[in-house]
T-cell receptor
Framework: KNEVEQSPQNLTAQEGEFITINCSYS?????LHWLQQHPGGGIVSLFM???GKKKHGRLIATINIQEKHSSLHITASHPRDSAVYIC?????????FGTGTRLQVFP | EPEVTQTPSHQVTQMGQEVILRCVPI?????FYWYRQILGQKVEFLVS????????KSEIFDDQFSVERPDGSNFTLKIRSTKLEDSAMYFC???????????FGPGTRLLVL
């Protein structure tokens, strides 16, 4: 069965801290998406990766195919980073979503 | 920047009524998806659509659900006879190919009374 598991479920941080969110996935998933869900419900795609590492501004995503593990890092966190971060496994023609990590960054 | 749009943003309906949720994917995209998120739960896959036919559907996507691309721009999700448990946020997404970034619409919040 295709599964995606995320940790932690909830995360609080002080502004400026380095954040790491982890995601592990099962066999059958060939790529990993990181998404951000805002308090209003909208979903924004942050990264899609099938190998290596990607960086966009203060966000970095890495994936280890052998270990079936991916991480999302946020450097110099800011209160505007507060959101739910979701990893989703790509099973070719559908996404399998994790439960999300609720991040709150306090000033 | 191109974006996926969805209408309506909110819909309230009575149990047993038919609803049609509409999506306009990004114009040059060929792959379309519907997902739903029940309040407080994770996002779930419903159906993927390519070349005017369903590519894959989940167990949730039973005979009460159907999808259609009636013209070159719209992509619709129809629920024939709504149930209370169909209350959720429904997201449409599109991508230009498989295993590429999916662009999500803002969602339609459906409430079935």
């Amino acid at each position: 069965k295709n599964e995606v598991e995320q940790s932690p479920q909830n995360l609080t941080a002080q502004e400026g801290e380095f954040i790491t969110i982890n995601c592990s996935y099962s066999v059958g998933i060939s790529a990993l998406h990181w998404l951000q869900q805002h308090p209003g419900g909208g979903i924004v795609s942050l990264f899609m990766l099938s190998s290596g590492k990607k960086k966009h501004g203060r966000l970095i995503a890495t994936i280890n195919i052998q270990e079936k593990h991916s991480s999302l890092h946020i450097t110099a966190s800011h209160p505007r980073d507060s959101a739910v971060y979701i990893c989703a496994g790509d099973n070719t023609d559908k996404l399998i979503f994790g439960t999300g990590t609720r991040l709150q960054v306090f000033p | 920047e191109p974006e996926v749009t969805q209408t309506p943003s909110h819909q309230v309906t009575q149990m047993g009524q038919e609803v049609i949720l509409r999506c306009v994917p990004i114009s040059n995209h060929l792959y379309f998806y519907w997902y739903r998120q029940i309040l407080g739960q994770k996002v779930e896959f419903l159906v993927s659509f390519y070349n005017n036919e369903i590519s894959e559907k989940s167990e949730i996507f039973d005979d009460q659900f159907s999808v259609e691309r009636p013209d070159g721009s719209n992509f619709t999700l129809k629920i024939r006879s709504t149930k209370l448990e169909d209350s959720a946020m429904y997201f449409c997404a599109s991508s230009d190919t498989w295993q590429e970034t999916q662009y999500f619409g803002p969602g339609t919040r459906l409430l079935v009374l």
